[in-house]
């Protein structure tokens, strides 16, 4: 048996660490992370909405939810820093709409909301309701598009990426995910743009997931979140020197963060996810 106090794997590379722990993380935030010491979290807890884990029964009474993500919430503040960003992703399903919502409504107890992005995950563009884009010459529909048999709901294709801080007065490094120009007149024409060819991207992200051929040996896992994802939330925060996950999974946010150079903590309580996570942290 495991011995749940020590790393379950301590990855170093230059000068970064990432440590894994298989564990619960309400207790690991509290036992093995340092209180305020967390530039940025980045995560998705399970969602409550039935979701096939291999461990974890993600089908509690919704008060039992609430009150079990209340207390995360609780562990992660304590965790981070007080100028620090918690990014927390989260969907829902088409017939319980409000999860997402309920969890916010928990949560605002505790942060404050200080931006609401919503990560689009397939988007059409029809060319004739766009106008003259040099760059778009047709009617487009990209991204990951799974159909649902359905007369009542629309195809869900986003899910929210809540921005939650201390005291909702956070600076960011916006132009680090920005967009360039369309027009490049605007790069005169705009004080704020400051002569560069790089503006805000806004709160709508698209960040398709990359296609896989199988998913049992591509993506062990049913619920996870392109790298890109948490890659924009620690650039967003800017300069960071420990991001968390207290949600492994099969380590998405691991492996942004060791792109990126910044040491990782994580917890997940289940083996088969764990060795996966660590599977793809030692080939970045
Ligand atoms: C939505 S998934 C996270 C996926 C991850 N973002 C990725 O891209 O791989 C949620 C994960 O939380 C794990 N989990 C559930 N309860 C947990 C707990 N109390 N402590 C740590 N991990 C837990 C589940 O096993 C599942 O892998």
Redesign the pocket.
């Known amino acids: 048996m495991q011995n749940q106090d020590v790393p379950y794997r301590l990855l170093q590379k230059s000068n970064c660490t990432s440590t894994f722990y298989l564990?619960?993380?309400?207790t690991g935030l509290k036992e093995n992370v340092k209180e305020k010491s967390a530039d940025v979290v980045v995560?998705?807890?399970?969602y409550n909405i039935g979701t096939g884990?291999s461990?974890?029964k993600d089908e509690l009474p919704r008060e039992k939810y609430l009150a079990w993500i209340e207390e995360v919430g609780i562990a992660i503040k304590q965790a981070l820093k007080d100028d620090g960003s918690f990014f927390l992703n989260i969907g829902d399903k088409p017939k319980d709409p409000w999860i997402a919502w309920d969890v916010a409504y928990v949560l605002r107890k505790y942060f404050v909301l200080q931006n609401i992005i919503h990560w689009v995950k397939s988007i059409a563009i029809n060319k004739a309701q766009v106008g003259n884009y040099p760059n778009i010459s047709g009617d487009i529909a990209v991204g990951h598009f799974k159909p649902i048999v359905s007369k009542r709901f629309l195809n869900d294709c986003h899910e929210y990426i809540f921005h939650f801080t201390k005291y909702g007065d956070v600076h960011l490094d916006k132009l680090a995910v920005g967009v360039s120009y369309q027009d490049k007149t605007n790069i005169e024409r705009w004080k704020a743009a400051n002569k560069e060819d790089r503006r805000d991207r806004g709160n709508i992200w698209f960040i398709p997931y990359q296609t896989i051929q199988s998913r049992s040996k591509q993506r062990p896992?049913p619920?996870?979140?392109p790298v890109k994802l948490p890659d924009m939330c620690i650039r967003l925060h800017g300069s960071a020197k420990l991001v968390i996950?207290?949600?492994?999974?099969?380590?998405?946010?691991a492996v942004a963060a060791m792109r990126l150079g910044i040491s990782f903590v994580g917890?997940?309580?289940?083996k088969e996810?764990l060795d996966a996570?660590i599977d793809r942290i030692t080939q970045v």
């Open positions: 564990k619960d993380c309400i995560t998705s807890p399970p884990y461990s974890y896992h619920a996870t979140f996950d207290p949600f492994i999974g099969i380590g998405s946010t917890f997940e309580i289940d996810y996570a």
